[in-house]
């Protein structure tokens, strides 16, 4: 029996573009949803074929915005899946969902098939910010999917931007303040990034220089009521997301959809896979340590230090940098200070 394997599908489609995102996704009013489903389930036949009926620990549909898909499309994918593999009882299933999209009844579709994690974009808890992003929905429709979801008994996750034009530190506050009062158990928060390719990379944007942002990400864990797991994402023990977990811990995960990337693992090999499911790259033992350093030192835990990792592992610099990094138990990770310079810490500690 092959490993297990991690789900994740892309769902390329969005309403519009937002005027940040280098994500790959299309604009469309109206995909040919069933020509999609079609290509989706050809893939995982392609993979039931090639690795057998593996279990399946977490199924990600991420986008674009998978919550435009009908719940009839979704079904199909979902039926697919369990036909081919051996879904596990207690499986993660996560739809990311942007507000606009998913009333009350939808959501209820998706949940009868399996959906048991929402995250949703909710981005901002100011109107005018949001209409500045590009975001297509208002605060008030971002609360009421909120309040659906957790009504219905998922967990859920909420995505926030912050670092935007003439954002200063004590706005980040607030906002974490703000957040504080919605009962999450899960918030992922991402610094604006500018890429050139997006409407903000064409407009010269006055961002809060690297001081300010350093100091608005050291805000965040003091005034969130969620402790920092991973660089970006803050949970309530016990809430975290598992599939993204158990991708930085270093298991197999497929990438289904054009968007899509992955690590399989079969032969007795790990593969590299992206966009094309057709394109695979054999990926030698030591280049996959490495990747489970730089994913898993972005977790708060650190990386697991498994005789693979330890072999990539510059110890010498590791026990003179003691303020950088530190062991616990069987994990090596980022110090507080670490973690602010974590990119240069991981060009140093590989060999
Ligand atoms: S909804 Fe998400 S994926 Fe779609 S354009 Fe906006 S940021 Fe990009």
């Known amino acids: 029996m092959n490993k297990a394997h991690n789900l994740y599908i892309h769902v390329p489609f969005c309403m519009s573009k937002c005027n940040y995102c280098a994500f790959y996704s299309v604009a469309c009013q109206s995909p040919d949803w069933t020509k999609y489903a079609d290509a989706i389930c050809k893939e995982l036949d392609f993979w039931a074929e090639k690795l057998g009926k593996i279990n399946i620990p977490t199924i990600f549909f991420g986008g674009g915005t998978p919550s435009l898909m009908p719940v009839s499309i979704f079904e199909q994918i979902i039926d697919c899946i369990n036909r081919k593999f051996s879904v596990n009882k207690d499986c993660e299933i996560t739809l990311e969902s942007n507000p606009g999209t998913l009333d009350k009844e939808k959501l209820s579709g998706f949940v009868q098939n399996g959906v048991n994690r929402l995250s949703v974009g909710v981005q901002s808890l100011n109107d005018m910010e949001l209409k500045f992003l590009g975001r297509r929905h208002d605060v008030k429709t971002a609360m009421n999917l909120l309040e659906n979801a957790m009504n219905i008994g998922l967990r859920v996750n909420a995505d926030f931007i912050y670092g935007l034009p003439n954002q200063s530190v004590q706005n980040v506050v607030d906002l974490c303040k703000g957040i504080n009062t919605l009962g ?8 604006l990034t500018i890429e050139a390719n997006t409407p903000f990379g064409k407009m010269n944007l006055d961002m809060p220089d690297n001081e300010e942002m350093a100091q608005m990400y050291n805000m965040i864990p003091q005034v969130l ?8 994402n803050y949970a309530k023990p016990g809430s975290e997301c598992q599939h993204n977990v158990n991708v ?9 959809g054009q968007g ?3 690590r399989v693992y079969f032969n007795n090999a790990w593969f590299e896979q992206r966009g094309n499911w057709e394109l695979f790259n054999e990926i030698s033992d030591d280049v996959r340590a490495t990747e489970k350093i730089l994913t898993g030192m972005r977790t708060m835990r650190g990386v697991k230090l498994s005789e693979d990792v330890k072999n990539k592992l510059d110890f010498d610099w590791i026990n003179s940098h003691k303020d950088l990094v530190e062991k616990t138990g069987e994990y090596l990770h980022t110090t507080n200070t670490g973690l602010l310079i974590l990119d240069d810490i991981i060009v140093d500690i590989v060999k």
Do not use: D, F, N, Q
């Open 184 to 191: 999450l158990s899960h918030v992922s928060m991402y610094e």
């Open 225 to 232: 009521s969620l402790p920092r797991y991973e660089v970006s």
């Open 248 to 256: 930085w811990s270093g298991e197999a995960y497929i990438g289904v």
């Open 260 to 262: 899509a990337a992955g």
